[in-house]
């Protein structure tokens, strides 16, 4: 027995290279790959390592282990000559240790991989090694999941997405100049700024019928607020279920409303929109669960607005009521209509495992034109106050994200929004069922237009 574990060891031992030995690397085209054509690939990699990015296999190994997996997927792209020990991600959203990276090896979620040299990112802030054989994102692979037939009372909560309603709504929340440093900066005091933006969304929840709240909250001279609305669970309203995403938007240099124009249509009209959009399915779908929508402000400034939301949760004592945090942030861009791929973000927690399970059913089951990414590395968005929290919590982005060109620009316009509607209907439709399973459909005559319950 001793002497078999001192094999494995050996064995484990060769298996890994050397961090000084540059090995050629290149990235392989995973996508739509089963489950199968993965692990064939990853057992291909004898020598070297592989590394799991979500879109692609990165391999760094000597030729001759290209070559056999060059044999079984088409590589999509080379990195030259790479070091295990000089693999970093970076953040790259809006934390304050964000870092603008102009050739990622890849994109994990709000990160980076990049090539560091290691007595570098010692003084680099947020960066974080990277280990051999690591699945750092992976796609929700459908003959993965469990088999079942899909429930057709969460498919007609889906059908009731409008993703023209939708983008009507972005399209009105571009037209306010939505910077969280402008509140109330306009010529009349308590006018201008991202003020109007929160009131006309106030307005929006109101009409829908939800119960409407405006906290406000300090952030440097100016008080912006987040924009909630509530509607009590018909049989279990001490549970929650959170709806979320941010209102506010920047600019390049982050500048105040009057200086320069902060549409953020993509970042983050879209998600804002798309919280309506939740409201307006469920205004006719009674729920057993209190559903809360939630749109923040200063989350460009660092999560401010989700932050203080989840503080004053904690404090009243409902953050446990919170059974799941969904965000939305940037679900209305695409490069093309061919590969509609979106992330799904969560924490590594046990707590997190069965959230990102459901949404990769959900899709599966309601938008299958969606190729489904998950990752357990979170980073710079709304989720991450509720996952520091433990509560279980998502983020559902579209995985194209920084490809647009657009992004914290004052032409982060609707116009500019490639594919906006394709994008965000299948993100929508899986959103409104994966709400609809979490906070249960409640025993009522539902969904006129849709089906009716047998008597």
Not at 43 to 68: I, K, M, N
Not at 275 to 282: D, K, M, Q, S
Not at 289 to 298: E, I, N, P
Request: net charge negative; with cysteine.
């Amino acid at each position: 027995m001793r002497a078999i574990t001192f094999l494995c060891l050996i064995l484990a031992a060769a298996r890994l290279p050397a961090a000084t030995d540059p090995q050629p690397a290149a990235s392989y085209d995973t996508r739509r790959a089963t489950t199968a054509e993965v692990e064939s690939l990853k057992r291909a990699v004898r020598e070297g390592f592989w590394l799991e990015t979500g879109d692609a296999l990165l391999v760094v190994a000597p030729p001759p282990v290209h070559a056999r997996v060059a044999a079984k997927a088409r590589a999509s792209a080379a990195h030259g000559m790479l070091r295990a020990d000089e693999l970093f991600l970076l953040p790259m959203g809006c934390a304050d240790d964000a870092h603008v990276v102009p050739d990622p090896l890849a994109v994990i979620g709000r990160q980076a991989l990049v090539r560091m040299p290691p007595g570098l990112a010692r003084f680099v802030p947020g960066a974080r090694a990277v280990a051999p054989f690591a699945v750092l994102a992976r796609e929700s692979r459908r003959d993965a999941l469990p088999k079942g037939m899909p429930d057709p009372a969460l498919g007609a909560v889906a059908d009731r997405v409008d993703a023209a309603r939708w983008f009507a709504r972005v399209v009105a929340l571009a037209g306010f100049d939505r910077s969280s440093y402008g509140a109330g900066n306009g010529p009349v005091p308590g006018t201008g700024g991202i003020d109007p933006a929160r009131d006309w969304l106030a307005g929006q929840f109101a009409a829908l019928g939800y119960a409407v709240d405006m906290p406000a909250f300090d952030l440097g001279a100016v008080r912006p607020s987040n924009v909630i609305a509530t509607r009590p669970g018909a049989e279990v309203p001490g549970e929650w279920v959170l709806i979320g995403g941010h209102y506010d938007a920047r600019n390049t240099n982050n500048t105040a409303s009057g200086v320069a124009a902060t549409p953020g249509a993509e970042d983050n009209a879209s998600g804002c929109a798309g919280v309506l959009e939740l409201a307006a399915v469920f205004a006719a779908v009674p729920t057993r669960r209190t559903l809360v929508f939630a749109c923040y402000a200063g989350e460009e400034q660092g999560l401010v607005g989700a932050t203080r939301h989840m503080q004053a949760l904690s404090q009243s004592g409902d953050l446990p009521r919170v059974r799941l945090a969904l965000i939305m942030d940037m679900i209305g861009f695409s490069t093309d209509t061919a590969d509609l791929d979106v992330l799904l973000e969560s924490g590594p927690s046990p707590v997190q495992a069965p959230v990102l399970a459901s949404f990769a059913r959900m899709a599966a089951d309601h938008a299958p034109v969606l190729r489904v990414v998950t990752d357990t590395s979170p980073c710079c968005s709304d989720h991450m106050p509720w996952i520091d929290q433990n509560v279980p919590a998502l983020l559902t982005i579209e995985n194209d994200w920084f490809q647009y060109p657009h992004y914290h620009r004052s032409t982060d316009v609707p116009a500019n929004m490639t594919n906006a509607q394709a994008m965000a209907g299948p993100i929508l439709r899986m959103n409104a069922a994966a709400v609809a399973d979490s906070a249960g459909l409640a025993e009522a005559p539902l969904f006129a237009g849709g089906f009716e319950p047998a008597p």
